[in-house]
Every structure is written in structure tokens, then in C-alpha cells.
């Protein structure tokens, strides 16, 4: 189901990628995303597509509001479709332009974060252990970046308004082991408040090898339009 769910996301995903360009609509994009996942076969969402773009999504839980993409813009997507309910979400940004320096750079250390955390997802590891390692993957830009200190929690079968599932969370603190067939998404979001953030992210299973992407993202940062 979780497969399922994956294939339809990332074809929402790309569907509203495609048209990422200076002048377009936070508005288009969610539409168009919408529209894909439903025409794949998508059902009744749990939560709706996430688009922002420019400054405003350097704020945590903002959503499209009908604001234009300008030059330079990232644009982030965070979409999920529903099968039978199982929702496998997954993150993407784009930047409408030639990404700066600096947001590379932020690109970088999210998948340092997230070859750390899947390195470590696996039956019998802490979850702490996990945590930790991911920590220090982010301590270059601690400092610098908003993070909400979560690192992935458990998605499954969910219904509205969240497609979190709520039995697990990857964060500091937390002693329970990884078992093998868990699936967490990893919601690696960097905010510089008040500029911009990159959010990039797949859904993953946990299994002896470590962890594996039911969705299919690069976490590669690319400017379009």
C-alpha cells in the first residue's frame, strides 16, 4: 500500500516540478499536483499538497496562499497521496533560478542528515543512536538554520487531518529500537527565518541493511524555469 501510495505521490511531485517558473502561482502548483495524484488514482488526502515559495517557506506549517514564484524563489513541495488510506509522503525544492551558494550548501547538509539516519535505521538500533548521528551531520548550520528537532516519525494508515501515524518519532531522547518493516518519513527541512529553507525528504523503511526509500527523491537541489 505504502509503494502504491509512493508512485502517485511522485507523480504529483512532478507534475507541479514541471511548472515551476518565475510568475507562476503557489495556487497553480498545488492545483496541479492535486489534480495528478487524483487522476493516478489518488483518493481523499489526508493532508493536503504543502507549496511555498521565496520567504515564506522559511515558516514552518505555512501553505499556498496565492503568491507568485519570483526569480530566484526556492519552491518547496511536500506531497502525500492516500492508497487505502497509507500515505508514503515526500519532500522536494526547487529553486525558479540558479540556486545560491548557500542554499547548495544547505542542500549538503541535508543529505549528510539523511545518509546518517538511514545508515542507522536498522532492527536493534536505538533510536537515539540514530538522532545523535544525524546531530552531528546538522551541527555545521545549528547555528545558522531553524530545525524542528524531529527528525522523522511514523507514517502508515492515517486518515485526515495528518498523515503522521503517531507511534514513533526519531529525535533525541527516544531509547526504542528500530524493528525491522517500521517506515518513517524524514522531513529534513532547514530554515533560514525570514529568507528561505530547503526541505527535501523520503519515506523510508527500516530493514537489516539499513534504510529504504519507498519513494524515489535525488535530495538534489536544482534551479528550473
Known sequence: MLRASARITETGIAAADSLIAPGVTDQQLAATGSAAMLAAGGEFMSL???????????VIHCNHQRHDVNDGDPVFLEFGAA???????MM??????????EMRRTADTIRSIYEALTEHMRPGVSIDTAAAAA?????????????SGVYGYTVGIQFPPSWVEGSGYIARGVEREFAENM??????MLRIPGEWGIGMSNTVRVTEQGGEPLTRNDLRLQGVG
Do not use: C, K, N
Request: charged share 15%; no cysteine.
Open 48 to 58: 493536503q499538497p504543502i507549496v511555498t515559495t521565496g520567504w515564506r517557506s522559511s
Open 83 to 89: 492508497w487505502h488510506r497509507y500515505t508514503a509522503p
Open 92 to 101: 522536494r525544492t526547487r529553486v525558479a533560478g540558479t540556486p545560491t551558494d
Open 135 to 147: 546531530d552531528q551531520a546538522l551541527a555545521p548550520m545549528a547555528e545558522r538554520a531553524f530545525f
Open 183 to 188: 517506515v518513517f518519513h524524514l522531513p529534513l
